[in-house]
Structures are given as C-alpha cells and as structure tokens.
C-alpha cells in the first residue's frame, strides 16, 4: 500500500465547475504539499501545510491531521487549471518527501 | 533568476551507453534531490544530497551515480543505460529539508 494515495486518479470538469482533489495518507508528517505539473511537465509548490487551512487565489487546501487527509479545491474552474495534482509529505524525523501519485484534471470550455 | 536548471532537456541513448544528467541551482540551497517519474506512479528519490560533499541513497538508486563537488551542481550519473531507465528525472533543491522545494523543467530520457 503507498503511504501517500491520492482520489480520484482522472478528473473532468467543466468549466467553472468546484472541484475537489483528495489525498490520504498513512504516515506522521511535519508537512503536507500540494504541486502542479503543467503538461509541459514543469513542477511548480502550490501550498505547504501542516494544520488547518490555506487560500491562494481561487486555490484551497485544507488538511485534517487527526483523519490524515486533506483536499484541494478549486473554485470557478478555467481549462488553464488543466494539470497534475500532485499530494507530498514530508514524513516526521525523516529528511525527505514522499509524493502521491498524482490527479490528471482536465477542465473543458 | 535561474532558479534550478537542467540539462538536457531530452535525450535518446542506446542499451549500455552512458550519460551525465546535469543540475545547477543559484539560491544557495543546501539540500539537491533526483527524482524519477514514471507514467502514473509517485516521484521516486533517485539519489539526494544534504550540503557539498554528501549524498546518499534514496528508494530507486541503483544504476546511478551521483557527485556534489559544489553547493550549486550536483549531476546523476547513468552507466550502462537499461530501458528500464526511461523515465522523466527530475531534479529539485530546497533550503531547509522537505518543505519548499523548487523543481527543474525536467529530462526526458528514452532507453532504446
């Protein structure tokens, strides 16, 4: 079983639709990440977390340490928000992190 | 600001050759990581590396190489290249461990 499992695999959207990304996991973390990977294949850190709640934009990440899950949310959706959601963690008293599987989302005019 | 740069950006070796992976990063971060992404699964650790003159192992290093010579470069090393090996590498850096990695464009490696 991986330590870092992400639902669902492949998302479709259209636009300005709400969506949400989900990502469980099965180790103590310090930290949680959420990335981007455009098709291009660029990564990009979207958030870093470790308690509560975050909002960059139309973006929102959320965690709940307790249930070791968090989402990310996406509100007003645009075909520009098409990319990989990648969940990490950064596990306790270890100097690495460990990276889901990633979330294909495709949002459609 | 360059950020994390890696060379090349593609390449196609044959079964056996070999070839050096090259990273620079100019934000005098200590911690360098290699990763590998193969289609649908996680990012793999390849090799890392904690401050010049240090590396060590990750979950997928063998068939590889790495050196830190420099606080800015550190390259991934691929000898006898095995189809196997056909991945996209990422390298990546931080300044503190885990947490606010910055990632490179990526290398799209072909084994045939």
């Known amino acids: 079983k991986n330590e870092v499992e992400q639902s669902p695999q492949n998302l479709t959207a259209q636009e300005g639709e709400f969506i949400t990304i989900n990502c469980s996991y099965s180790?103590?973390?310090?930290?949680l990440h959420w990335l981007q990977q455009h098709p291009g294949g660029g990564i990009v850190s979207l958030f870093m977390?470790?308690?509560g709640k975050k909002k960059h934009g139309r973006l929102i990440a959320t965690i709940n340490i307790q249930e070791k899950h968090s989402s990310l949310h996406i509100t007003a959706s645009h075909p520009r928000d098409s990319a990989v959601y990648i969940c990490?963690?950064?596990?306790?008293?270890?100097?690495?992190?460990?990276f889901g599987p990633g979330t294909s989302l495709s949002v459609i005019p | 600001n360059a950020g994390v740069t890696q060379t090349p950006k593609f390449r196609i070796l044959k079964i056996g050759q070999s070839m050096t992976l090259q990273c620079t990063q100019d934000?005098?971060?200590?911690?360098m990581y290699w990763y590998r992404q193969d289609p649908g699964m996680g990012l793999k650790l390849i090799y890392y590396?904690?401050?010049?003159?240090?590396?060590d192992k990750g979950e997928v290093p063998n068939g590889y190489n790495v050196s830190r010579s420099t606080t800015e470069d550190f390259p991934l090393r691929l000898e006898l290249a095995a189809p196997s090996q056909t991945s996209v590498y990422f390298c990546?850096?931080?300044?503190?461990?885990?947490?606010?990695?910055?990632f490179g464009s990526g290398t799209r490696l072909t084994v045939v």
């Open positions: 934000m005098n971060h200590n911690y």
């Open positions: 990490a963690v950064s596990k306790t008293s270890y100097d690495k992190v460990i």
């Open positions: 990546a850096s931080s300044a503190t461990g885990p947490y606010g990695y910055t």
């Open positions: 977390l470790s308690s």
């Open positions: 180790v103590g973390i310090s930290a």
């Open positions: 590396s904690v401050g010049a003159g240090i590396t």
